[in-house]
Every structure is written in C-alpha cells, then in structure tokens.
C-alpha cells in the first residue's frame, strides 16, 4: 500500500504540517512561493525547510535533511531560481512561484514519497531495505555544499 498523507502515520503527518507552519512563521519565504509549494500536493507532504531565503524540502523530517529534491531561490523582480538538489547543480530560471514548483516536482526522486519521519541515514536505510536496487542514481546522503 502506497503511503499519501491522507493515509500517514498521524505523527508523521503533525512533523510535516509543523514544518510547514515554521516556514511561514519564519517570514524568510515569499509568501507567494510557500502558497504555491503547499499547494502542490507531492511537495504539502515533504518536509520543508529554508536557508538564505530558499525553499528546500525534504524526505526526511529530522535534521540533516536529505538533498536529494531541487530546491527554490528568490530572484530579482519576483522571480526564482530552481537550483539542485545539490548547491553546485542548477535547473534554470522561473517567472512565476508555480513554475518554480513545477520546475520542481518534475525532478523528484523516484518513489518519492511523504517524508520520512527520522534524518537522512535513516531515510537512506529505509530505501535500501524497500526500493529495487538502481546503480546510478544519488541516495539522500547526497552532501550539502
């Protein structure tokens, strides 16, 4: 069975949703961009976090975060920045905050599911116990720059 939120641990579902409220709380985000992300119901259930203005999101909801999902950069005249998951990669400019979702959501890891609650190592245990094996692609563990 398929987790979605609907259908996720209900402490699962209170981290993620804490997450979310912190974001706004913390005023860093342009309002515009946090509206569109939670909108987007495949991001609303990853855990969200910020750093120097940019929306980040993890799969994971306990510190180190996994970098394995691009993330959103402010930019000049209320535009954005996709860059990632990892600082050096970069995914290319977007006019609007949906854009930039999209831009986003259609770079998400495989499988890409509610965030796990627990940090990245316990992430990357988690799919090494439950996805097929695919040599190739980055894990969670991916190193923030």
Do not use: K
């Amino acid at each position: 069975m398929m987790v979605t939120m609907d259908t996720a641990p209900p402490d699962q579902q209170a981290l993620v949703e804490a997450g979310w409220q912190r974001v706004r709380d913390d005023g860093r985000v342009r309002p515009e961009l946090l509206e569109a992300a939670y909108a987007e119901p495949r991001l609303r259930r990853l855990f969200p976090w910020t750093g120097m203005g940019e929306l980040h999101f993890s799969r994971c909801t306990e510190w180190p975060w996994a970098w394995d999902v691009p993330y959103i950069q402010p930019a000049a005249e209320g535009e954005y920045w996709v860059s990632g998951p990892l600082r050096s990669e970069s995914v290319g400019p977007a006019a609007t905050a949906e854009q930039a979702v999209t831009m986003v959501v259609d770079r998400l890891p495989p499988s890409c599911g509610p965030a796990l609650v627990g940090t990245r190592e316990e992430l990357a245990a988690h799919d090494a116990a439950t996805l097929p094996a695919n040599p190739g692609t980055s894990g969670p563990n991916r190193a923030a720059s």
